[in-house]
């Protein structure tokens, strides 16, 4: 309602001005210019205000928007030549308050003239509103397909980062039952890694940042882990240098590329294998280093390209372009690189 009483008034008073020009007033042999533009005013304004809202609530939804062009156009014909007419009648009453002649004298072209321009601007005011309309409902169309597009963001991105691994869940019970059953003295400390890593990843991934010493006491729990439960024919090293107070990360970020690079043992069942896993850690960015080596000779190099296969699609949407891959294959070593920035406090919670 508010934005309506400010677009008559602006329109009203550029109405007013354009009907007080010493062109117009000498035209029409009158020089009380104030009196003459409030009654062009009053004479013509109706039919202003009947072109905008018909325009609005009637040419918009119905043609407009529902794509009908053509019928469109034709409508807006049919309110030009309505508008004509309906002005004809009103410049005649306004020449009858404002001329110091006889309007019965003056030629119907004339006043036929006068009723086109104001009928001109009224469709053109009409025209104007639905512009500004078709603006406004653009935008908001707009606004509300970014704001559904970060909700399913959110949405995939909580589920992504909440997700448990189904083959880490399946390894590690059974392996669990395995140490459990065999008498093996360290089940309880399995058992204690297993609910640490399972309670960090259903409880502890909702914030959109976690600090980074956090994540990386998870990561050295499930190293611990698998290295505890792999019967002893795979070596796994996990070392990381660097300062991580006061520095924050996605959550479970570092944890599922590990599950998915773990996922090919539980997969492909491999042996005698040695991983080396190095975090350094700069003072806005991670450095994460993964190499494998064969631990005997003949034996086939785990596919890298596969495991970062698996993690693109969550790195991509975790970090966007926040990061930066590198895969090498040497003769007997593969490696994979990950440049990772890192989040502060401030920036996390603002």
């Known amino acids: ?43 013509y304004l109706p039919v202003c205000i009947a072109s905008v809202y018909t325009f609005l609530h009637f040419l918009f939804p119905r043609y407009l928007q529902e794509k009908k062009y053509v019928h469109f156009f034709i409508a807006v014909v049919f309110l030009y030549v309505a508008f004509n007419v309906i002005n004809y009648f009103m410049t005649i009453l306004f020449f009858k308050i404002t001329c110091n002649c006889n309007v019965s004298l003056m030629s119907p072209f004339r006043i036929l003239g006068f009723a086109n321009n104001n009928a001109f601007l009224a469709t053109a005011i009409g025209l104007v509103a639905v512009g500004i309309r ?25 589920v992504l980062k909440s997700r448990i691994q189904p083959d880490f869940l399946f390894h590690s019970l059974m392996s669990l039952y395995q140490k459990i059953q065999s008498g093996y003295s360290g089940s309880s400390k399995l058992v204690l890694k297993f609910s640490e890593i399972l309670s960090y990843t259903l409880y502890d ?12 006491v998870i990561i050295q729990e499930y190293v611990g882990l698998e290295s505890m439960t792999n019967n002893g024919d795979c070596v796994f090293n996990l070392n990381h240098s660097g ?14 590329i590990l599950q998915d690079y773990f996922n090919l043992f539980y997969i492909n069942k491999v ?36 495991v ?3 993690i693109r699609e969550r790195l991509d949407l975790l970090l966007k372009s926040n990061y930066r891959f590198k895969l090498q294959h040497e003769n007997v070593r593969d490696t994979i690189e990950i440049d990772i920035g890192l989040s502060h406090p401030v920036s996390s919670f603002s």
């Open 308 to 310: 970062f296969a698996g």
């Open 205 to 216: 991934c909702e914030p959109e940042f976690i600090p980074l010493e956090k994540e990386l």
């Open 134 to 158: 078709f603006s406004i409902e653009w935008y908001k169309q707009q606004k509300q397909n970014l704001a559904l597009a970060t909700l399913k963001s959110k949405s995939d991105l909580q």
């Open 1 to 43: 309602m508010k934005r309506h009483v400010i677009f008559w008034i602006a329109y009203i008073v550029f109405f007013y001005l354009q009907s007080v020009t010493p062109e117009v007033i000498t035209e029409t042999y009158h020089s009380n210019a104030f009196h003459f533009g409030w009654v062009s005013v009053c004479c």
């Open 243 to 256: 300062d991580a107070a006061g520095k924050w990360i996605v959550p479970s970020l570092l944890l599922s």
């Open 271 to 306: 042996e005698a294998i040695k991983t080396d896993i190095k975090i350094n850690i700069g003072e806005d960015h991670l450095a994460f280093l993964l190499s494998v080596q064969p631990l005997k000779e003949n034996l086939p190099l785990v596919d890298l390209d596969n």
